[in-house]
């Protein structure tokens, strides 16, 4: 079957029906110190007084983030979905940041003028698109000389198996197959980021595997957020005490991962990181 994000046509749409999901996944207006999220601010050399793009950046991750270690220079929020954008926003808002700008665009065809960034971050975005190489291009077009850009993606699905657990705890709770999304893996296996980077023409291309154990408590609204990401269309009416038995579902089908009140969970992605010429 065919992953409807993989289709140009329909990517817009499917993103926009996607979005409740991820505003309920939102965690709130707080900036992520995800450890993936520093690991890209540090390997794109992110300084405070830098104009940085980030691109894919939904409800403001790793956005928000940024705009925190920005002093002098903007962040400014890039996707195609505007009403993942208008949370995006909210969370900013809410925490009184005023170099966060949001610009709705494809990263396939970027809203932006030449040399107009210091860096561009991507979290978990160049996997969609069929034109990869294209959209790193835009990248580079948009990146002032010297400039450097980095691009996370999940690595193979069974490096990541969270995402087959949740599916699981999905089929036992509804009684329906919850299909893998394997798009979000495809540039998993090592070398494919850099080979795009180098394709692209970035002087430099650098890539990194990214390994963690993330440690969630059992009642921590991670598993909850992992569903609203996967399932957006079937949790909008579901009731308090729904929720709780679908996210029991959720977690024992975890349990390989359970040490005790803590899941230990495996996370593996890769970074790219492109540099261009001065």
């Known amino acids: 079957m065919t992953d409807p994000a993989s289709d140009t046509e ?8 996607r979005s409740p999901g991820w505003t309920e996944a939102a965690s709130g207006a707080k900036p992520s110190n995800d450890t993936f999220n520093l690991r890209l601010i540090e390997e794109v050399g992110i300084s405070p007084d830098m104009d940085v793009l980030d691109i894919a950046s939904g409800t403001g991750d790793p956005a928000i983030t940024i705009a925190g270690k920005i002093e002098t220079g903007s962040v400014t929020a890039c ?7 208008a949370v995006a926003a909210a ?5 009184s940041i005023d170099n966060l700008r949001i610009t709705a665009g494809n990263m396939t065809a970027l809203p932006f003028c030449d040399s107009t960034f210091d860096a561009v971050t991507s979290r978990n975005g160049l996997m969609f698109p069929n034109d990869k190489i294209g959209c790193a291009r835009e990248v580079l ?3 002032k000389p010297g400039g450097t850009a980095g691009w996370m993606v999940w690595g193979p699905i069974d490096a990541n198996p969270t995402f087959s657990s949740v599916n699981a705890g999905l089929k ?9 999304r394997l798009i979000r893996h495809n540039l998993g296996a090592p070398g494919l980021l850099a080979d795009i980077i180098t394709q692209a023409g ?3 291309a650098e890539e990194i595997e990214l390994k963690q154990e993330r440690l969630i408590k059992k009642d921590n609204d991670y598993f ?7 399932a957006p269309h ?13 996210l029991d579902d959720v977690q024992n089908a975890c349990a390989d991962y359970r040490d005790g009140d803590i899941y230990r969970i495996p996370i593996v992605a890769r970074l790219g990181i492109g540099t261009t010429e001065i």
């Open 224 to 230: 909850r957020r992992a569903v609203a990401r996967t």
């Open 172 to 180: 036992k709770f509804f009684g329906e197959n919850f299909p893998p």
């Open 91 to 95: 969370r900013a808002a809410k925490l």
């Open 234 to 246: 079937r949790i909008g009416t579901l009731s308090e005490a729904e929720w709780t038995a679908l």
């Open 141 to 143: 077009r948009v990146l």
């Open 10 to 17: 329909n990517r817009t749409d499917y993103w926009k029906n």
């Open 202 to 204: 970035f002087a430099k």
């Open 79 to 85: 996707d195609m979905t505007p009403t993942m954008l």
